[in-house]
């Protein structure tokens, strides 16, 4: 295996799986607290895939400890494999759910002006969630590509 | 090179590169066909996208051809990692797209029941041309999979 940033097992691997739990987290907490979030398909799936992806974060984020504290090297294919696989997975599950709210939240917001129309739809926070969750799920393949 | 199904230059890609291009051309005149699609963000998106996603496939379908016809492989690591990058970037491109517009699609059909409100909106119209997306850009992951 060569050096790669963010690699499971890694002090570069656990500060990205950190930051990704927090932006994860940030963006779960935005939305759930957002008005009507649950009644719009698109914000639902949202909450529901920044939930996976915090506990897949908190998930290597531990594995990562546990290794740094113990001072051993995952170089074994298979566990990098599954990880892979999951990252995988729950990145593209977070990005559809993460485009799906950025059209709706673009609907809302310049195509109707449902925004200025009804003030009690928080299109700011739905904006928001959206941005955070865009960085949770692109954060390990631009430290991949870098 | 090992034998991978649907690679640059070959009859199976070639295959990929025609059935993909006619997915994608099926998707843009579905939605440029469909009412009041160019004043909605998100099915606009897919129409632009849907357009390169025909162009790039067009472009590597006679690069196929004339691969085949003048009996010679692709095997330089140069064009075929630019193939490889360009395909990631319309990909991405296209299955951004495709779930922005799905997720219009549901609030549209399910969250506000507004297709039953205003028959003009041809749901069904939007609903096809992205599932045809989805087929259009999911094909060469599903088959490197395989």
Partial sequence: MTAVVGR???GSGLTLRVVQFAFATA?????ANAYASGSYSAFFYLGFSMFLQLLWSF???CI???CLLGNAELNEPCPISAMLVGDWVVGIFSFSAATASAGTTIFFKKDTQYCTAFPQLVCDQYEQSVILAFV??????FLKVN
Avoid: H, N, Q, Y
């Fill in 8 to 10: 499971p097992g890694t």
């Fill in 27 to 31: 963006s779960l907490v935005t939305i």
């Fill in 59 to 61: 998930i290597l984020a």
């Fill in 64 to 66: 990562d400890i546990i």
């Fill in 136 to 141: 949770a799920c692109l954060l390990p393949p």
